[in-house]
């Protein structure tokens, strides 16, 4: 659900405006149908009572009504995530190779803790720039480590020559997520030991961290296209 679908819901489908209007349309139905003029005047009532409320909320709530939808959308974004990510801690469980799922959770970590500082205002502004970018990379090892998993089921069913060239491509994409990490870990403990005070020369060696990491991260998902598109057809192993 979007944010403006939510603002909608909340304007004209919550339980103050819905029930009068439908039960003055119900009256208006009824007065129509037995030629009652007092069901009639009391659908009318409970209908402009109902869009009274809507039309209350337009003028005088829609900021807050805005806010909680963001809030209510962000929550639902941030569960669904967890949720998709939990499922994929636990198929990397069967590759038995402890250094993918080990590679998932410290990413979370360091990207749920970081992202609660810059939240509570725990953290200068600047840390916003750098939140933004370790969030790319932590979606870009997410797809590798998804990838990683794949190529593992696709050895299994492989001859064992083909299945030694895949476990060699997978490990691959195992180092440089690896290495990913390690280029997030450092950024993050750099930027909570700078003083209070950052010299320009202290953000220039975390963007110089983070450029690094990106092109790790670039260059690993280069390689999984061109493996999509011409290393793992069907055709090439039969």
Not at 19 to 28: A, Q
Not at 189 to 210: M, Y
Request: aromatic content about 8%; hydrophobic content about 35%.
């Amino acid at each position: 659900m979007d944010v403006r679908k939510k603002v909608l819901l909340d304007l004209f489908a919550s339980p103050g405006t819905l029930f009068p209007v439908v039960g003055g349309l119900t009256l208006l139905i009824g007065s129509w149908a037995f030629g009652s003029t007092t069901a009639a005047v009391l659908g009318v009532f409970g209908v402009l009572a109902g869009l009274g409320v809507s039309a209350t909320k337009l003028i005088w709530k829609l900021e807050g009504i805005t806010n909680d939808a963001y809030d209510y959308v962000h929550a639902q974004e941030v569960k669904d995530q967890e949720e998709k990510l939990d499922d994929l801690d636990q198929r990397l469980t069967k590759d038995r190779d402890p250094r993918s799922q080990d590679s998932l959770r410290e990413l979370r970590r360091l990207y749920r803790s970081f992202a609660e500082d810059v939240q509570s205002g725990k953290l200068a502004r600047s840390a916003s720039e750098v939140l933004e970018v370790i969030g790319e990379l932590f979606r870009k090892c997410v797809a590798q480590l998804e990838y990683s998993y794949e190529l593992w089921q696709t050895a299994r069913k492989k001859s064992p020559e083909d299945r030694e060239k895949v476990l060699r491509d997978r490990e691959q994409v195992i180092e440089e997520v690896i290495d990913t990490v390690r280029h997030v870990e450092r950024t993050v403990e750099q930027f909570r030991g700078f003083a209070a005070k950052r010299s320009e020369d202290d953000l220039q060696q975390l963007r110089d961290e983070l450029d690094e990491a990106m092109r790790v991260a670039r260059r690993t998902e280069d390689r999984m296209a061109t493996w999509d598109e011409k290393t793992y057809t069907e055709a090439e192993f039969e």
